[in-house]
């Protein structure tokens, strides 16, 4: 493997959802890594007994919290989000560590074949606390477009105001991303945050 990429790999009987359904889902991750700007080229292989995943790296990047505040690369970002929630797929760990700053943008990464693996001796949905709706934190089913809506304004908070969302302001959140898609949330917050620049 080049060092312009990364690669991942899963055993199949880690992931709990159909081959159908994790197959599909690579699908749509590798054609969206292919028209949206914020996903990195990503291609999977299928064997019989594994994933493997090999995604383009992003040279000399940050992570979300020591990002600049960029409008426009975050105005891009939320369209990009918007279009990966038309197309179905939910990314349920959409969190600081998972979104990143390099060569002149934002980018989304991390992107799991399937919502719920079997790690540390249990089945268990992917996700990072408090990244997450908190309306969706006990289901066993999979998280939906509302976790990753409020984890990205979470995200916003702590990257860009160094703070975390309290519980009621979280609430106030999930309430408002029910309605709201990705680029309205990021217009409502950039609106509602006199301390960024």
């Given at each position: ?13 880690l ?25 990195p080229?990503?291609r ?25 505040f960029?409008q ?38 991390d992107w799991?074949p ?84």
């Amino acid at each position: 493997m080049s060092k312009q990429h990364i690669t991942k790999t899963w055993d199949w009987q880690l992931l709990q959802e159909s081959r159908t359904d994790i197959s599909k889902r690579l699908r749509q991750i590798e054609y969206l890594s292919k028209i949206l700007p914020s996903i990195p080229k990503t291609r999977f292989q299928l064997s019989d007994k594994k994933i493997i995943q090999t995604q383009r790296k992003i040279q000399q990047h940050l992570r979300f919290k020591k990002a600049p505040f960029n409008q426009n690369g975050l105005t891009q970002l939320a369209k990009d989000l918007d279009h990966i929630t038309a197309a179905g797929i939910v990314h349920a760990d959409l969190c600081p560590r998972n979104i990143i700053w390099g060569e002149g943008q934002y980018w989304i990464v991390d992107w799991e074949p399937a919502q719920i693996q079997f790690r540390f001796g249990k089945w268990s949905i992917i996700f990072t606390y408090p990244y997450i709706a908190p309306s969706e934190i006990e289901t066993t089913t999979g998280l939906t477009t509302l976790s990753d809506k409020v984890a990205f304004i979470t995200s916003l908070y702590i990257a860009f105001q160094k703070k975390r969302l309290s519980p009621k302001l979280q609430k106030y959140w999930e309430r408002l991303a029910q309605q709201r898609s990705f680029e309205e949330l990021l217009t409502t917050y950039l609106h509602s945050s006199p301390l960024l620049p």
